[in-house]
């Protein structure tokens, strides 16, 4: 049984370039070549990917090194609530400080 789907980055690169003609396909093409040596990133993730890009009037193909996310930020445990209580008990602490006077 083969892997579904098969990676097919000439057509997409290809579908890319007759969707979006104002994109530069060697810009595209580096980004894909980019994102594709990224252990985490399966051609059907680029597929996604390009496509949101292909139906976004404004972007840029640059847009999909900035919209895949780093592994390394999925792993970060989010903060706790005490995290927000200590930042603005020393904001409100900073605010009420008075500097000495000489």
Do not use: N
């Amino acid at each position: 049984m083969t892997d579904v789907p098969q990676p097919a980055t000439p057509q997409l690169l290809a579908l890319a370039a007759a969707a979006r003609p104002d994109w530069s396909p060697d810009l595209l093409g580096d980004v894909v070549a980019q994102l594709r040596c990224r252990e985490d990133m399966s051609f059907g993730r680029l597929v996604v990917a390009v496509a949101q890009l292909i139906a976004d009037p404004e972007a840029e193909p640059p847009d999909l090194l900035a919209a895949v996310s780093e592994p390394w930020r999925q792993r970060r445990r989010p903060p706790t609530p005490e995290t927000a209580t200590r930042g603005a008990a020393a904001v409100r602490a900073a605010l009420h400080h008075q500097p000495p006077t000489t």
